[in-house]
């Protein structure tokens, strides 16, 4: 029998990243009871999570640095002492990061596990007392059978019992999310041990969560069911991006279409909007990870299904850079492209993935000079993003890459400007002095719709927005 107190009031949560740093201020903020030790490898993410200046906290998210700062220090801690804190814990969350496998079996689709396998055997190394592990990271299901046989051998006398508790967070709406569930998921083994760790995780949640939308589930649905909502919520990307591409050739307006369709209740009006494809360091993965496990399963035509959504994603991107090509006459040699946005989407600074390192390779081949503004993404990044890409050396990257710290200075010059990043404050330029500083024919290639294209038509630029005709550029 695991012993475990009914009421946790001690956890540790292993991974300071995007997940495991918001999801666990919230719980203590939400939970003062319970003391929540965040720790990680990575000493600069401590320290900058433990920064005074909480402008200066790892993870941007609207509404996170106030939940920090009512927590840290109380009962919230980050810390590198992993040892101490696993030891300490009645309850340890994996929140590490599981990345496409870049080598041997399973080579650029399988999840990488091996930040997995190393928590659970550290865990495994240090515990002096039963605990609860709970797998919060994304994994491939039956991924808790192998952390289970990890835990069972550890000859110490302690029990553990796994839980899935998988995070449905978006990044740019985390702290939302997080207060608001659509539901938590939490999958345990059907067993007395396993269905008293599951209430004892309920129990945390439902301090600030309706019972009713805790969801208790056999662990394999659950660790599933994060792969599957990831490429569901990717699919409707894919879909639209499809028809965006159709409504070019046809005069039909993508975002009429979307509105069209989406009243309809059985399809929703959800995750229909066009853009220059889906970014993050989940949907991808994830779905490749689906793929994987089909395939390994035998199960080509599914396999294939889902491959496809990654299709149209490479598709749309490339499509997008194409097109910007195309209009300035085949060549971007000696002419300056602005970029609006390097974020794989607003309101975060997490580029993983993002669309624009993808256009940026293109017109870079192309000899393009990328001036790239973004509200919230170091430069540093946005170089390390591009030469992690190994397409060219990374002097001819610093050469034709310029990350800027002012958006009219991106675009003073400028022959054309890429919509990448749909955050709010492009909206608000001062689009007339743009077009009157910018080189004519001034472009918009509007990667997002978010832009007023009738009032920009009127200033004289020329607008190639997705998934809408255009008289002017080729499509
Ligand atoms: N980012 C999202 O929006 C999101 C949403 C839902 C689920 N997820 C899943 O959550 C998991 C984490 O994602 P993330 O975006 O937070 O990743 P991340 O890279 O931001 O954070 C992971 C952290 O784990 C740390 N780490 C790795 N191995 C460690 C070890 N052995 N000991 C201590 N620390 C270790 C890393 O240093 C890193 O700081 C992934 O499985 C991801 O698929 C992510």
């Not at 740093?21 to 000493?43: F, R």
């Not at 959800?270 to 390994?296: E, H, M, P, W």
């Not at 001036?371 to 993003?385: G, I, L, N, Q, T």
Request: glycine content about 6%.
């Amino acid at each position: 029998m695991i012993n475990i107190p009914d009421k946790i009031t001690s956890i540790c949560c292993i991974g300071a990243g995007y997940v495991g740093g918001p999801t666990m201020a919230v719980i203590a903020q939400k939970c003062p009871h319970i003391k929540v030790m965040v720790v990680d490898i990575n000493k600069d993410k401590i320290s900058q999570w433990n920064d005074e200046n909480l402008d200066h906290l790892p993870v941007y998210e609207p509404g996170l640095k106030e939940v920090v700062a009512e927590a840290r220090g109380r009962n919230l801690f980050f810390s590198t002492d992993i040892d101490k804190a696993i030891d300490e814990a009645q309850m340890v969350f994996m929140s590490v990061n599981t990345p496409t496998k870049t080598y041997g079996k399973g080579k650029g689709q399988a999840a990488d596990l091996k930040y997995i396998e190393s928590s659970a055997r550290k865990i495994a190394e240090v515990a002096k007392s039963d605990k609860i592990v709970v797998e919060k990271s994304t994994i491939p299901i039956k991924t808790a059978q192998a952390v289970r046989k990890i835990l069972s051998n550890t000859e110490n006398g302690v029990n553990f019992q796994v839980l899935s508790n998988p995070e449905f967070l978006a990044e740019g709406t985390a702290i939302r999310d997080l207060y608001n569930p659509d539901r938590v998921l939490i999958g345990g083994e059907q067993s007395e041990d396993g269905l008293k760790a599951i209430e004892a995780l309920v129990d945390i949640y439902a301090n600030w969560v309706q019972r009713d939308k805790i969801l208790k589930t056999n662990i394999w649905s659950s660790e599933l069911s994060k792969l599957v909502a990831n490429a569901f919520l990717a699919q409707r990307i894919s879909s639209i991006n499809s028809i965006s591409a159709l409504c070019e050739k046809t005069g039909a307006d993508v975002d009429e279409v979307a509105k069209a369709i989406g009243m309809d209740s059985r399809i929703g009006s959800k995750f229909l909007k066009a853009s220059v494809g889906f970014g993050g360091s989940c949907f991808q993965k994830d779905i490749l990870n689906l793929v994987y496990i089909s395939r390994t399963y035998g199960l080509t035509e599914v396999a294939e299904y889902w491959e496809n959504v990654l299709k149209i994603n490479d598709y749309q991107k490339f499509r997008y850079a194409d097109k910007i090509i195309e209009a300035l006459n085949n060549t971007l040699s000696d002419k300056k492209i602005a970029f609006l946005g390097w974020a794989f989407k607003k309101n975060t600074n997490d580029t993983r993935e993002s669309a624009a390192i993808y256009i940026a390779d293109t017109l870079i081949e192309d000899k393009g000079e990328i001036y790239v503004y973004d509200p919230k993404v170091a430069h540093s990044r946005m170089f390390e993003d591009l030469n992690y890409l190994e397409t060219r050396n990374v002097e001819i990257n610093k050469r034709y890459l310029h990350p800027v710290n002012d958006p009219y200075e991106a675009m003073k010059g400028a022959y054309a400007v890429a919509v990448i990043t749909e955050w709010d404050e492009f909206r608000d330029y001062d689009w007339e002095k743009i077009y009157d500083n910018m080189i004519k024919p001034a472009y918009i290639f509007d990667g997002r719709n978010i832009l007023d294209h009738k009032r920009l038509k009127e200033i004289g630029f020329i607008v190639s927005a997705l998934g809408k005709a255009s008289d002017d550029i080729p499509i």
